[in-house]
T-cell receptor
């Protein structure tokens, strides 16, 4: 069964550094998402991406975040200058159609020191 | 935005017991999903159920959209059912590409 994949599984970085989290959505899916989950808290929506542009973003998704689909398979989340409070699990998700299931990747656990 | 309330927040059961988890939401939805977050942090899809009833083995779910709630039933619990169960929804009034709003989850512990 096709899966959403994410790399790396874990990343440790210093405050102020840039990080890029990578995702490969399911191949015939059209809608792509990033979510985050701070340890012990609920999952929070960051951004959705459709037709090569952002379709919705939350208040969390400020100017330090950006997303890109550089080719036909990858979907990336960039954090320009990481802060301690960016430490979280970041999930990528994708779906095929508007009223269909969102499938989540295994997550990237980011630790900012 | 929409409010998603899950109950109970914590549940401890013996292996073999049955359980019912509830998700209430404050607006009309056209997307509702149940997830199981395992101890490694992975979010496992259980059901896509904006309305109606579905069953998958020992798990079943019912969403009553007109009354704005969904129930997840787990029968004959096993220790591997332990983890956090999340309900996530998307309101009808938002666009089809928009993200899900998650509840805070129910933390289920199944004791042997």
């Amino acid at each position: 069964e096709p899966e959403v994949t994410q790399t790396p599984s874990h990343q440790v970085t210093q405050m102020g550094q840039e990080v890029i989290l990578r995702c490969v959505p399911i191949s015939n899916h059209l809608y792509f998402y990033w979510y985050r989950q701070i340890l012990g808290q609920k999952v929070e929506f960051l951004v959705s991406f459709y037709n090569n542009e952002i379709s919705e973003k939350s208040e969390i998704f400020d100017d330090q975040f950006s997303v890109e689909r550089p080719d036909g398979s990858n979907f990336t989340l960039k954090i320009r200058s990481t802060k301690l409070e960016d430490s979280a699990m970041y999930f990528c998700a994708s779906k095929r159609g508007t009223t269909e299931t969102q499938y989540f990747g295994p997550g990237t656990r980011l630790l900012v020191l | 935005g929409i409010q998603v309330e899950q109950s109970p927040p914590d549940l401890i059961l013996q292996e073999g017991a049955n359980s019912t988890l509830r998700c209430n939401f404050s607006d009309s939805v056209n997307n509702l999903q149940w997830f199981h977050q395992n101890p490694w942090g992975q979010l496992i899809n259980l059901f896509y159920i904006p309305s109606g009833t579905k069953q998958n083995g020992r798990l079943s779910a019912t969403t009553v959209a007109t009354e704005r709630y969904s129930l997840l039933y787990i029968s004959s619990s096993q220790t591997t059912d332990s983890g956090v169960y999340f309900c996530a929804v998307k309101e009808v009034r938002r666009g089809g590409a928009d993200g899900l709003t998650f509840g805070k989850g129910t933390h289920l512990i199944i004791q042997p």
